[in-house]
């Protein structure tokens, strides 16, 4: 088995803007990338879009705040 190290799963997962297009640039199915992000503790495309949904929607209030 071909081992992914973090830095390049952390990079696929800024420069991407979800998890099949990350995946798919790692040569690997999108569901392993998500698994990879959660097992290096790395927030996902598909994480990082859906918190920001919710924080137009104000379920999360400002830190600052």
């Known amino acids: 088995m071909n081992k992914i190290d973090r830095e390049r799963i952390e990079r696929a997962a800024r420069i991407y803007a ?23 503790g790395i927030p996902t495309p598909q994480s990082r879009r859906r918190e920001h949904h919710l924080q137009r929607r104000g379920f999360f209030a400002d830190p600052g705040e």
């Open 18 to 40: 979800s998890n099949r297009d990350a995946g798919q640039a790692l040569g690997i199915a999108p569901g392993s990338f998500g698994r990879l992000c959660r097992r290096f």
